[in-house]
């Protein structure tokens, strides 16, 4: 069976600083993975897929098959990025996703 | 521009009460879910839906059924409400290709099982 690993509750940074909040998964056949976020009192929405290779807000995702892994990173964090941060994995022909247990990035001013 | 929309932001019930959450989604997708949300536990699938009146257990079924007799409407029905049923209750959909797009959430309805 599928599994998606965030292992820190919570990560706390000051303004600033670098951020990486991992993900480790598991699953038997050819990942997809998503970061999905959400804000204070707003709807959890799509931030990255890594199909997509894209950058949005300054993130970044690579997915490394060796390790399993798909870390969200960003250089510089914003108080405006503290929120809830989730890594998700996708299989089956029904878009059936599986979420890991979620991040509280907390950025310092 | 909202496109997954859930009936009740706040439902307060007593237990053993029938409990209907409803959800409609207005972009045409196949796919629907719901999921249950809790601070250490992430998100867990209850049910989904990948067709009218088509459902498939997820993760956590028990206590829950489901209903879609509409494309565009799914619901979630707590058939004998517990105070183990007090969460955040999260719908969501996408389309065939949802790897392209993700899903799309709804902004959740509040349970709270006295």
């Known amino acids: 069976a599928q599994r998606v690993t965030q292992p820190e509750k919570l990560l706390s940074v000051f303004k600033g600083a670098p951020v990486e909040l991992k993900c480790n998964y598991s699953?038997?056949?050819?990942?997809?993975l998503f970061w999905y976020v959400q804000y204070s009192r707003q709807r959890l929405q799509l931030l990255l897929r890594?199909?997509s290779r894209e950058s949005i807000k300054g993130f970044t995702a690579d997915l490394n098959k060796g390790e399993t892994s798909f870390h969200l990173k960003k250089p510089f964090a914003q108080e405006e990025d503290s929120a809830m941060y989730y890594c998700?994995?996708?299989?089956?022909?029904?878009?059936?996703?599986?979420f890991g247990t979620g991040t509280k990035l907390q950025v310092i001013p | 521009d909202v496109k997954v929309t859930q009936s009740s932001r706040y439902l307060v019930k007593r237990t053993g009460e029938k409990v209907f959450l409803e959800c409609v989604q207005d972009?045409?997708?196949?796919?629907m879910f719901w999921y249950r949300q809790d601070p250490g536990l992430g998100l867990r699938l209850i049910y989904f839906?990948?067709?009218?009146?088509?459902?498939e257990k997820g993760d956590i079924p028990e206590g829950y059924s489901v209903s879609r007799e509409k494309k565009e409407r799914f619901s979630l029905i707590l058939e004998s409400a517990s105070t183990n049923q007090t969460s955040m209750y999260l719908c969501?959909?996408?389309?065939?290709?949802?790897?392209?797009?993700?899903?799309?959430f709804g902004s959740g309805t509040r349970l709270t099982v006295v």
């Open positions: 969501a959909s996408s389309d065939r290709q949802g790897t392209a797009y993700g899903y799309t």
């Open positions: 699953y038997s056949g050819s990942p997809e």
């Open positions: 890594h199909i």
């Open positions: 998700a994995l996708i299989s089956g022909g029904y878009q059936k996703v599986t």
């Open positions: 972009m045409d997708h196949e796919n």
């Open positions: 839906s990948y067709d009218v009146k088509m459902k």
